[in-house]
């Protein structure tokens, strides 16, 4: 399976998988998943409940953000892949940080539950045949195939990486 074209997203997502680079989901697997799951690990507890200014989201808070938004992506991918016809929704990632209880969960919990999503999202890339990842849908209302959301999952992840490095200085 090749990089996706641009006709299999939209132009939203160009800069998630300007992130990446490889040909294919396992491509990236090799190349991003322990590097991105490192990077959170190596997060001083102490600096979790940091947030760069007013109304900026804590460490923690990107941290449930970048969980819940691989797991809106990997459902997207799953529902596409299976012929869903009906065009997902997006979702409003604000409101999903409001009502999110990232201020009162348990960080070591939140690293394990990002390595089991991390290891499910690859474990379900893994089951999709060529003609899966090939299939286009409609989500937040633009073409997706599943293709894109394997590169799209990666590329958001790690511009997170570069936020936190850049505003948060992690």
Do not use: C
Not at 20 to 30: E, N
Not at 31 to 54: H, M, T, V
């Amino acid at each position: 399976m090749s990089r996706p074209s641009a006709k299999e997203y939209g132009s939203f997502y160009q800069t998630y998988i300007n992130y990446t680079s490889g040909k294919d989901y396992s491509i990236l697997v090799q190349q991003y998943n322990e590097r991105i799951i490192a990077f959170w690990d190596a997060i001083p507890l102490e600096k979790i409940n940091y947030s760069y200014g007013p109304g900026k989201w804590t460490i923690k808070q990107m941290f449930q953000h970048v969980i819940d938004t691989e797991r809106i992506f990997a459902y997207r991918a799953l529902a596409i892949a299976r012929g869903e016809a009906t065009p997902i929704p997006g979702f409003d990632e604000n409101e999903y940080a409001n009502n999110a209880t990232a201020a009162n969960r348990n960080w070591k919990d939140m690293l394990v539950e990002w390595r089991v999503v991390r290891q499910s999202t690859n474990l379900l890339f893994a089951s999709f045949t060529e003609e899966q990842q090939k299939r286009l849908g409609t989500a937040s209302d633009n073409p997706m195939s599943v293709n894109a959301l394997g590169f799209i999952i990666f590329g958001h992840a790690l511009h997170h990486l570069h936020i936190l490095k850049e505003r948060y200085h992690i």
